[in-house]
Each structure stands twice: as structure tokens, then as C-alpha cells.
């Protein structure tokens, strides 16, 4: 064993310590845990190679030698299963994704043949594929080939699920993430055919690109992470962030509880007021509603004017979504009723209805590939905007569904029957119920 092959010892420590940067950043994700072992068989390669192969007489091999493959090929196969991780985070629309699927399992069966060649020819790996360019012309034996070949067609069938991927139209973040991988892998594959002092080259070079693009990544989705955290609960920001849209999102018929707030007075107040000083308002009273919603675990559907659509129980199921949504109503009463009264002039009052209702809804994303939007669609949600229609400033109504399924309301809330409601696009009458404060 030579341990004087600084250069690739410290590239082969620099791949450990990249690989556990990304665990530990994202620890979470298997995507970001397949890219880490990628990188970790990258350390071993190089490290094995350079010290248990490329500087031994091929003659005192030892049998075991062909082993050192083994973390070449776990390098490609780590690395087509990340590419089918960060696949099945990106919606895919109409697009077949069979074809994406076989060309990822087709490298990763090149790569197990390339073992099985490495096994079966230990020493002539050795000889005639490590550092087969380390001479000018490069000869090409026959026996190259046959360590080359599936390498290669490794390789060329991940940039082929890369360009499938682009078909989509991922996120920036991850588009960048891609272009480094696809830039780098090559120059890290090609630093096993080279002589050792240019492989510390290319190799490092590819490692950079890798890095470049993760820490890119990272950094966007961060960015992005922050965005969403305003219109969803940090739970359900974190989910999507781990296991995509597509999974997260998919189309599901739920018992969710939806609450619907509005601001009353708000059309006079804004045709009164400088635009400017409106725009400061909702700012002000979006920033504080988006704040009791993650308390509450809600999710922001829909910002309309002064209006707020927020959901409990979707995309993450909970059984006590309605306790969560009498909890959020009664939050927000006491929470923004002070903010909008800092408002208020004299002739120009404003007060908050807020209405909650209980029951099945289809949740789940619309749109195309390239915009897509959280939905919920029945008549759970039309009722929870009716009753906050219908709401007094300071009131909150619920629906009988929601007062049934309450099991802890609040300590400081009392429930009280109201007469049945006539509400716009309900042919029957709503049995409803308000909230009033047990100590008001």
C-alpha cells in the first residue's frame, strides 16, 4: 500500500467529507442520501485504486483485487438511484415515464456488468483499463472494451434520464444540481483511465462541479423552503421538500376542516385609503394570519383581497383537524382583531368574520407541467366561505359537521346554536353554530 499518493488520499477525504455535508443538510431526503453514498463509493474508489491496485506489479495481484470494483460500480448505482429519487419528486404531467425508469435500471445493470468483468479479470483491469491513458498514443486493447464499454453505457443512460428529467421543467434548483452532476460524473469516471497526476485533476474538477451545484441547490431550496413556510405549515413545507409534490400532492379524498376569514369593511376602507397604506395592511395582516396558520399546522390555500382559505387535515391527514381549526378560528379572532383595529378610522370601521366547516374533500394538485396549484374541491369548502359570508365582525360560525367533531374545544371558548342558515348555493338550510368567547 502507498500512502504517498497525497493527491488522490486527500480527493478520496474530500469525498467523505462532501458526502457528509449532504446527509447532514438534508438527512432526510434519500435522495440526498443516495447522492452521499455515491459519493462515499467514489471515496473508496479512488482510495482503493490508488493504493491497492494502480501501484502493484500486476503479477502479485492478490485474488481479492477485483473487489476494489465493487465501489466503482456502487458509484453508478448510487448515482442512477438519485436520479430516480429527484424523478419521483418532479410531477411528470402527461409525459410516459416508463422510459426515464428502464434506461436508470439499464445503468445500474451496466455498471453490475462491469463488476462481474472486474471479478472474472482482476489483473486485467489492472493493466489495460486503470490508467490506460497514462501513455501517448493511448492503445486500445480488445480487453478495454470489455471494462469500458459498460462504463460508458452507465453513463450515457444517466445523461439520458438527466435530458428526460428537462422534459419536465424542474425547479431551478434542481435543474443546477443536475447540470453539476451531469458536467461532473464524466470527469470523475475519467480519472480511473488516466495516469494518477491528471486524475487528480479531472477528478477534483468533477468533485468541485458536484459541490458547486449541491451548494446552489441548497441554497435555492432554502430560499424556497422560507416561501413556502408563509403559505403552508412548516410540517407540510418539509414534506414536500423530502418527498416532492408528486407525493405529497397526489389526488386524495380526505375528512378535512376548512377555515375561511374575512375582513369586513375592507372594499370601503381600500377605495378610502392611499394604496400604499392598504398594501402595508394586507402585508401586516398576512404576515400575522400566516403565523397563527403554522401554529395550527393549516395550510394557506388561497389569498383573495382580505379574504384567507386555510386547510387542516390535507395535504397532511390529521384526526384532530377540526379541534386545530375551532383553535386557529378562535386565534385569529383575538390575535388579528387588535391589528385591524389599529387600522380602523372613525368612519371607516373593519371587523373579521371568520367560518368553519367539516367534511370530505378532494384534495390535490391542478395545473400544467410548469404551474401547478393546491386544490381542494367539495362542498366543505363553499360552506366555510358561506358561513364566514355570513359571519358578523367578531363572529365566528361553524358548520354542525365541525361542532360534532370538535372532542377539546378551546378553554376559552363556548359553543352556541344558531337559527338555520340559508346559505347562496345550498338548497337546504345549514345548521350552524358560533363561537362566543367564555369570557368576553
Not at 190 to 204: C, D, I, M, R, W
Not at 221 to 236: C, D, H, I, S, T
Not at 399 to 428: H, I, N, S, W, Y
Request: net charge neutral.
Amino acid at each position: 500500500m502507498d500512502f504517498a499518493n497525497t493527491a488522490p488520499n486527500v480527493l478520496s477525504i474530500v469525498s467523505v467529507g462532501m458526502a457528509l455535508a449532504f446527509v447532514l443538510s438534508d438527512r432526510r431526503s434519500m435522495s440526498s442520501r443516495m447522492l452521499a453514498a455515491a459519493l462515499v463509493s467514489i471515496s473508496v474508489s479512488i482510495f482503493a485504486n490508488t493504493n491497492w491496485v494502480e501501484p502493484v506489479d500486476p503479477a502479485d495481484l492478490p485474488p481479492w483485487s477485483g473487489l476494489c470494483a465493487l465501489a466503482d460500480a456502487l458509484a453508478l448505482i448510487f448515482s442512477a438511484q438519485w436520479l430516480l429519487y429527484i424523478r419521483r419528486t418532479i410531477p411528470a404531467g402527461n409525459l410516459d415515464t416508463r422510459a426515464g425508469d428502464w434506461l436508470v435500471r439499464w445503468a445500474q445493470g451496466f455498471a453490475l456488468l462491469y463488476l462481474l468483468a472486474s471479478l472474472a479479470a482482476p489483473e486485467l483491469r489492472a493493466t489495460v483499463f486503470l490508467t490506460s491513458l497514462d501513455h501517448w498514443p493511448p492503445a486500445f486493447p480488445p480487453a478495454f472494451w470489455l471494462f469500458a464499454i459498460p462504463v460508458m453505457l452507465s453513463m450515457f443512460s444517466m445523461a439520458l434520464v438527466i435530458r428526460l428529467i428537462m422534459f419536465r421543467r424542474p425547479e431551478p434548483s434542481e435543474a443546477i444540481r443536475l447540470l453539476g452532476f451531469f458536467v461532473g460524473s464524466p470527469l470523475i469516471a475519467l480519472g480511473l483511465v488516466l495516469p494518477p497526476e491528471l486524475a487528480a485533476y479531472t477528478t477534483s474538477t468533477g468533485l468541485m462541479s458536484l459541490l458547486v451545484g449541491a451548494v446552489q441547490y441548497h441554497v435555492l431550496e432554502g430560499q424556497k423552503g422560507g416561501f413556502m413556510k408563509r403559505f403552508m405549515a412548516p410540517q407540510v413545507a418539509d414534506l414536500v421538500r423530502r418527498k416532492g409534490l408528486q407525493h405529497t400532492m397526489a389526488s386524495d379524498t380526505l375528512d378535512i376542516s376548512v377555515v375561511a376569514c374575512d375582513v369586513r369593511g375592507f372594499t370601503r376602507f381600500a377605495e378610502a385609503m392611499p394604496s400604499r397604506q392598504v398594501i402595508q395592511g394586507l402585508r401586516s395582516y398576512y404576515d400575522r394570519i400566516g403565523t397563527i396558520a403554522a401554529r395550527h399546522g393549516a395550510t394557506i390555500k388561497d389569498y383573495a383581497g382580505d379574504g384567507v382559505l386555510m386547510l387542516l387535515g390535507a395535504p397532511v391527514a390529521s384526526a384532530a383537524h377540526a379541534d386545530a381549526a375551532v383553535a386557529l378560528a378562535c386565534d385569529l379572532r383575538r390575535e388579528v382583531a387588535p391589528l385591524l383595529a389599529s387600522w380602523s378610522v372613525p368612519d371607516l370601521p373593519l371587523g373579521m368574520g371568520i367560518g368553519v366547516a367539516t367534511g370530505e374533500a378532494t384534495v390535490g394538485i391542478v395545473g400544467s407541467v410548469s404551474r401547478l396549484e393546491y386544490a381542494a374541491v367539495g362542498s366543505v369548502v363553499n360552506r366555510a366561505a358561506r358561513l364566514c359570508d355570513a359571519a358578523a365582525p367578531g363572529q365566528i360560525l361553524l358548520d354542525a359537521a365541525c361542532r360534532a367533531a370538535v372532542a377539546q374545544p378551546p378553554a376559552d371558548a363556548q359553543f352556541e346554536a344558531e337559527p338555520p342558515m340559508t346559505l347562496k348555493g345550498f338548497d337546504e338550510t345549514v345548521a350552524a353554530y358560533s363561537i362566543a368567547p367564555a369570557n368576553p
